[in-house]
């Protein structure tokens, strides 16, 4: 028996008149893709016309072109054409960690800098934290300054800070610090706790408010991978010659220290508390730098002058895990002066009173 078989997707010129049959249409010889693309264009009804086969043949090579153009020339999002994506307020630590100079340039605005200062209430304290906030104003983002004070948040500081400019969190160390000794370890330690806590990302260096640095100084910083130490010049206690404390370097590598105090040479490392910086990701990532202890942590139980040395040995094992900055350590960045006043009355309010108890005339 002769059998008819239907094309399934049989065209149809016209809608049949009434009273007349719907007949099918044999398969046309085009591909299947032809009469999709010719459904696709809104059912354009099916001519012969050699005009009409040609343009939807050379419709449907249009698009394998431009289909398979557009999957083999995809632009590399990572690259330095600027289409990476914008960086976000903390970095990567290990892709930093991993990259090198010559493979991976480092960028400049890629890593956040915690800037820890403790403070007290002293004659010049504002001064030393106004000129401070001026400095840190000048160095470009993502920066946090964390200032932390003793007992209590003084309204004072609270000013200075939010008349700053710069992005700040104010603490208080609320440990018995009636004694001046390890008073500023106890307000670093407090600090450290609160970068744990939050799990913040980025390069950790503690600023006095007293000390004098160089813009160059926090540029470097971001450069640091894990641990970073620096020389630093200070003043003698009897204000009459200048000290030089930290690493001797040879292109890049601490091969030895600058020490002029004969009583510390038992420290392990000859490094001021402003003279290194770190990984925050040491405090609460050990497991990634292979420390044994779960927690690095300043140390008030040590003697005077062996806090920072202390504090050291439980991030680096030795120089070689130092980084001298810059390469050959042969510049200054920052200053400790020791210009504090100390029998100075603290002005409340850091503001002179308006009637003074006596007027000398000018002669």
């Known amino acids: 028996m002769a059998s008819i078989?239907?094309?399934p997707f049989a065209a149809v010129r016209d809608r049949p008149s009434k009273g007349q049959s719907l007949l099918g249409r044999p398969a046309q010889s085009s591909p299947s893709l032809l009469h999709g693309l010719r459904c696709l264009l809104g059912g354009f009804p099916a001519r012969r016309g050699p005009w009409r086969r040609s343009f939807l043949r050379?419709?449907?090579?249009?698009?394998?072109?431009?289909?398979?153009?557009?999957?083999?020339?995809?632009p590399d999002l990572d690259d330095a054409g600027g289409l990476a994506p914008p960086h976000g307020f903390f970095f990567d630590p290990v892709r930093s960690a991993?990259?090198?100079?010559?493979?991976?340039?480092?960028?400049?605005?890629?890593?956040?800098?915690?800037?820890?200062?403790?403070?007290?209430?002293?004659?010049?304290?504002?001064?030393?934290?106004?000129?401070?906030?001026?400095?840190?104003?000048?160095?470009?983002?993502p920066l946090l300054w964390i200032?932390?004070?003793?007992?209590?948040?003084?309204?004072?500081?609270?000013?200075?800070?939010m008349r700053s400019g710069v992005m700040y969190r104010h603490l208080v160390c609320r440990k018995?610090?009636?004694?001046?000794?390890?008073?500023?370890?106890?307000?670093?330690?407090?600090?450290?706790?609160?970068?744990?806590?939050?799990?913040?990302?980025?390069?950790?260096?503690?600023?006095?408010?007293?000390?004098?640095?160089?813009?160059?100084?926090?540029?470097r910083l971001r450069r640091i991978r894990r641990f970073g130490t620096w020389p630093v010049a200070m003043l003698s206690q009897s204000k009459n010659k200048a000290i030089l404390e930290g690493p001797v370097c040879s292109g890049g590598r601490?091969?030895?220290?600058?020490?002029?105090?004969?009583?510390n040479n038992l420290r392990r490392f000859h490094v001021d508390m402003s003279g290194f910086a770190f990984n925050s990701t040491v405090l609460w990532n050990p497991?990634?730098?292979?420390?044994?202890?779960?927690?690095?942590?300043?140390?008030?139980t040590v003697s005077e002058g062996f806090e920072d040395t202390g504090f050291i040995e439980h991030i680096v094992e030795d120089e070689h895990q130092m980084e001298g900055l810059p390469d050959d350590c042969s510049r200054i960045m920052n200053w400790r002066m020791h210009l504090e006043a100390k029998n100075r009355v603290y002005p409340r309010g850091w503001q002179t009173s308006k009637n003074l108890d006596a007027i000398i005339p000018l002669k």
């Open 5 to 7: 078989r239907r094309a």
């Open 58 to 74: 050379a419709l449907l090579f249009a698009f394998l072109v431009g289909f398979f153009w557009g999957l083999f020339s995809f």
């Open 98 to 141: 991993n990259a090198t100079a010559a493979e991976e340039p480092v960028d400049p605005f890629s890593k956040l800098l915690i800037i820890v200062t403790p403070t007290y209430t002293r004659a010049s304290q504002g001064y030393h934290l106004n000129r401070l906030a001026h400095t840190l104003k000048l160095v470009p983002p």
């Open 147 to 161: 200032v932390v004070e003793t007992k209590t948040a003084t309204l004072e500081t609270a000013d200075i800070l």
């Open 176 to 219: 018995n610090t009636s004694v001046s000794l390890h008073r500023d370890v106890r307000q670093r330690h407090t600090a450290l706790k609160h970068i744990r806590h939050h799990r913040l990302d980025g390069i950790v260096y503690f600023a006095d408010d007293d000390n004098v640095y160089s813009l160059d100084l926090f540029e």
């Open 254 to 263: 601490v091969i030895g220290w600058h020490t002029n105090e004969k009583g």
């Open 287 to 300: 497991k990634r730098w292979m420390y044994p202890k779960d927690a690095i942590e300043l140390l008030d």
